[in-house]
């Protein structure tokens, strides 16, 4: 019998399986109980903590009901070996229980066994275990609040303090760059913690980034000043100052290194002195300049003020410039802080960044702050899977990564102050730039942005943007009829050029014959909103569409149906229901006369205000059935074609029966598994985007589906948060078979997540699903599924029970690959068990069956476990080749993790047969896959390496294939 009390209040048999406490009164009994075994707790504290206030006047009676169902409970989770016994003793309750048996009692013995250990790779190790326990906060599910900061507030504490232990120890280890990201992290997360603090100053000093140490120790000081009024302790001054010396030790003055030893900054602030870290590729994101960009001088020249101010304040600025240029609808904000943005890029040489947050897009589909993020980590050079999944995560590492950088930060298109808060880094170096329809008052107040107002354009300045693009002779030529056309556009940019674009197609036309054809279509159509400069934009707008052909006329009232930022060629031509060839010149068509824009080569956009008059457009001619077709056909498109790239991807997973679509040969084709990835990354925002759209739209079955196909690839990009959010957006539109697949989704997600109760719960339900729907092969994916959650959270009897059930089901059906995966997975658990020599039986079975398939990953990950296998047998030999065959394999299908792996597990088998030279080197090539493609396991690879001639035998951690 196990208990756990460090996370959500669990009880767990002695078979593993979890026994229910329904009531949180009946957990918050349970956990008193089990924070002080083998001491009475009494009534009336009891009856305090469960009611806070006034208790019932039966409170004493529902105590007593309350520790019977616990005893139920307790005699339902144990054996007759694990007797554990409530008893009611005196005037309160006594729970005799091993103190072994309470995750809390053993995180407390393992870390008090950890401390004295010399050793500081093992001594993280033990810690880790410790730490490792934690799922969540302290009785998560039975306490909150006071209460809870009550009972377990001192366990927070304990938490913390083993955690800055096992830093100190890996930092012994010399593990100090992969500390540094999780140190970054928690910085943020607690800035007033000096020893944290001072933590990831010797990380970054000691992997030879100086500078970024010293930023650190300058953010802690000023947080400690503003919100304590407190200076640095000693301790932390003292290591500051060994770090401006580039020595390490007590004996540093402070005060002699801070007064002569600063860097030297010139008047942007940024260190003369001071070499930068070298980065492959510094992010340049600006969208194209303007080539026809014209007047706006005064608003050119309040911005330059911002970097005046910026280069003239005190050598560190106080706060980082951030200006919002706002404005109507198609008034230029974008291309103002595009245009500005690209004349002062060579003061910030960290980098551009730009992100489009699309918060007016007229199908709703803006960009989330957690989005944005993610893009913003990838340009700096994160690995997705070293994205953290929490926005607050990605904000602090986003923010730790600008400290004391000079970037640029362009958001254009937002919505709101909340919006634009996690974008916004720290660094007194970097400028942000926000455009957006609304004034953000809060950013202003709160963050003291620079707020400014974007005017229309004067008349001279909109003759000059006309001439420019039109010509200046021709414009001369018809001065009166110039007037007429500026008017009529209500001197807004988008307008004008769009009635440049179109002067631009027809050189033969004057500017009074342009002129009149627009004064044409001025009555045609009733106001947006009732403003009249919005009214002005719509004639524009609907003369520029009258002049298209049918053809592309049809094409752009059916893109205001498309529910992404941008689309492609395919899709258009999908959409359209013509072929590609056909589309491309319509596409064309529609660019030059600037009702779309391409950028990149081949995706089309929309300026929101085009969109939203496109989308008004097809309503007003276009029939119910010719929109719904339209739609059809554009979620067929998309469907197909991501079928197509994730079973590219993983060709042996299990196929679905498609939604019929309603014309065939619209897929997208893909030559091999790198082209599929690159169709999944550059179309991500969109299908996205189309999983709501088709849900909202009666199209149920695609919308599942389509979540279906995005999971390999978000599974391989970590992007877990982005497919549950999509997912839960439809999990009651879909039928029985559609719920079952997306529960299977929502708990594989969140399993990946560390979710393992919400993963638990999702699974489960997916398991219900399938068995009400006949599903046997879809029972067995989901006990596949349970088999690896139950094994990764070490409960391996229950793992085994899973795996034995899906391999049954497997059996049943005929499932060659499945059956072999189970077979392997099997073996897997009977090593984790240690059943070696059964695990030897299984993989050779599993083996067999994987050869007849030609199921060459499945080969790989059978030969590693064997290895494992055989290596526990002490039959060496045979585990040397068995590793060998799975790196093989491996190399093979170009999987770089799993061969560093898989590296990995052989160096362990040389290492006790006394190869340590060969093991050395197998263990360094491990260790540069593992850097190449940034993965965790570098820092345990290297502190093996460290101890290598001291503790040569250590065993490796098998694998569950998935």
């Known amino acids: 019998m196990e208990f756990r009390l460090l996370g959500s209040v669990h009880l767990l048999s002695a078979s593993g399986e979890l026994v229910r406490l329904n009531r949180r009164m009946e957990r918050l009994v349970l956990a008193v109980l089990l924070l002080e075994p083998g001491r009475v707790i009494t009534t009336d504290r009891l009856i305090d903590l469960l009611w806070r206030e006034a208790p019932p006047p039966a409170a004493r ?25 409530l008893v009611a003793h005196g005037q309160g309750y006594l729970l005799q229980v091993q103190p072994d048996t309470v995750d809390l009692h053993r995180f407390r013995r393992l870390v008090d066994a950890a401390r004295p250990i010399n050793d500081p790779v093992l001594r993280s190790a033990r810690l880790t275990a410790a730490l490792e326990l934690w799922r969540g906060p302290a009785l998560a599910d039975a306490a909150d609040g006071d209460l809870r900061e009550q009972l377990c507030g001192g366990l927070e504490e304990s938490r913390f303090a083993a955690l800055s232990d096992r830093i100190d120890a890996d930092l012994d280890a010399g593990r100090h760059s992969e500390l540094v990201p999780e140190l970054s992290r928690l910085a943020h997360e607690h800035p007033t913690r000096e020893r944290l603090s001072g933590q990831l100053m010797l990380a970054l000093h000691r992997s030879g980034r100086r500078a970024d140490a010293l930023a650190a120790y300058r953010r802690t000081r000023e947080i400690l000043v503003a919100e304590l009024g407190l200076e640095p302790g000693s301790e932390l001054r003292r290591l500051a100052a060994s770090i401006i010396t580039d020595r390490e030790g007590p004996e540093v003055d402070a005060d002699e290194a801070f007064g002569n030893a600063a860097p030297a900054e010139d008047r942007t602030g940024s260190a003369a002195s001071v070499e930068h870290p070298v980065r492959s590729v510094v992010p340049a994101q600006l969208p194209p300049a303007l080539a026809g960009f014209v007047g706006r001088t005064a608003y050119l020249r309040n911005l330059g003020d911002l970097l005046v101010e910026q280069a003239s304040g005190p050598a560190v600025p106080p706060a980082m410039p951030i200006c ?35 918060a007016f897009d007229p199908n709703g589909s803006s960009t989330s702050p957690g989005e944005a993020l993610r893009g913003f980590l990838e340009a700096l050079h994160i690995p997705t899977r070293q994205v953290p999944p929490s926005v607050e995560a990605q904000t602090g590492l986003y923010r730790s990564l600008l400290a004391d950088k000079r970037v640029l930060i362009l958001l254009d298109n937002a919505r709101d102050a909340e919006q634009v808060r996690p974008l916004l880094p720290a660094s007194p170096g970097c400028l942000v730039l926000v455009t957006s329809r609304n004034v953000l008052s809060g950013l202003v107040a709160t963050e003291g942005a620079v707020p400014m107002r974007l005017d229309l354009p004067s008349a001279a300045e909109a003759t000059e943007l006309l001439a420019r693009r039109v010509g200046a002779d021709r414009i001369a030529a018809g001065s009166s009829a110039v007037e007429d056309i500026i008017t009529r556009c209500a001197r807004l940019p988008l307008a004008l050029a769009i009635v440049a674009a179109r002067a631009a197609t027809k050189p033969s036309l004057t500017v009074e014959e342009l002129a009149a054809e627009l004064s044409q279509y001025a009555h045609d159509l009733d106001a947006f909103d009732g403003e009249e400069v919005i009214t002005q934009l719509r004639t524009v707008f609907s003369w520029s569409y009258r002049t298209l052909s049918v053809g592309a006329a049809h094409l752009f009232r059916l893109l205001g149906l498309h ?58 001619h276009d029939s119910d059935a010719d929109r719904r077709d ?46 599929a990835m690159q169709w999944f990354a550059d179309e991500r925002p969109v299908l996205l985007a ?11 079955r695609h919308a599942w589906q389509l979540a279906w196909t995005l999971s390999t690839f978000f599974n391989r990009q970590g992007r877990w948060p982005e497919l549950i959010t999509a997912l839960d ?104 068990l240690g059943n070696h020599q059964e695990a030897v039986t299984h993989c050779r079975q599993a083996l067999v069956m994987l050869e007849e398939i030609e199921d060459r990953p499945g080969k790989a990950n059978s030969w590693d476990t064997l290895g494992y296998a055989f290596h526990h047998l002490g039959r060496y030999e045979q585990a040397t080749i068995a590793f060998q065959r799975a790196l093989d394999l491996f190399r093979l299908d170009g999987d770089r993790f799993h061969e560093a792996d898989t590296l990995a597990h052989l160096g362990e088998t040389q290492c006790v047969t006394g190869a340590t030279e060969k093991a050395r080197r197998t263990w360094q090539r491990a260790l540069r896959i593992f850097h190449e493609i940034g993965h965790a396991d570098a820092g345990q690879l290297q502190a093996k390496l460290a101890r290598l001639d001291r503790d040569p035998t250590s065993p490796p951690e098998p694998r569950l294939s998935r």
């Open 61 to 85: 009676t529902t105590l007593q009901t309350l520790v019977s169902r616990i005893r139920t409970a307790l005699r339902s989770a144990g054996g007759d070996d694990q007797p554990v016994r």
């Open 630 to 675: 339209a739609r059809h056909r554009l979620l067929d498109h998309y469907l197909q074609s991501a079928y197509r790239a994730a079973l590219l991807l993983e060709p042996r997973r299990d196929p679905i029966e498609l939604a019929t679509p309603l014309v065939e040969g619209t897929a997208e084709d893909f030559v091999d598994p790198d082209r």
């Open 324 to 358: 919002v240029i706002a404005g109507t609808a198609g008034i230029g904000k974008t291309t103002l802080a595009v245009t500005w943005a690209h004349q002062v890029r060579h003061r910030f040489p960290d980098g551009q960044l730009h992100v489009n947050l699309r």
């Open 563 to 620: 529910p992404g930022p941008d689309v492609s060629v395919s899709a258009a031509a999908g959409l359209a229901g013509v072929d590609p060839h056909q589309v491309r010149p319509l596409l064309a068509e529609l660019v030059r006369v600037h009702l779309i824009a391409e950028d990149p080569p081949g995706r089309y956009a929309f300026h929101d205000l085009l969109a939203a008059y496109a989308a008004e457009l097809v309503h007003t």
């Open 729 to 832: 957006r439809i999990l009651r539109l879909a039928d029985r078979t559609g719920q079952a697949h997306i529960h299977r989704l929502l708990g594989l997600s969140h399993a990946h997540l560390g979710h393992d109760d919400s993963a638990c719960t999702h699974l489960q339900h997916a398991l219900d699903l399938t068995k009400a729907v006949g599903d046997r092969t879809g029972q067995a994916n989901v006990h596949h599924n349970l088999t690896w959650l139950y094994a990764r959270e070490k409960r391996d009897r229950e793992a085994l029970v899973h795996a034995r059930q899906a391999l049954n089901l497997y059996q049943a059906t005929n499932h060659r690959a499945g059956q072999a995966r189970m077979l392997n997975a099997v073996a897997w658990l009977h090593v984790r």
């Open 690 to 700: 189309a999983i709501p759209h088709a849900a909202s739209t009666g199209f149920d």
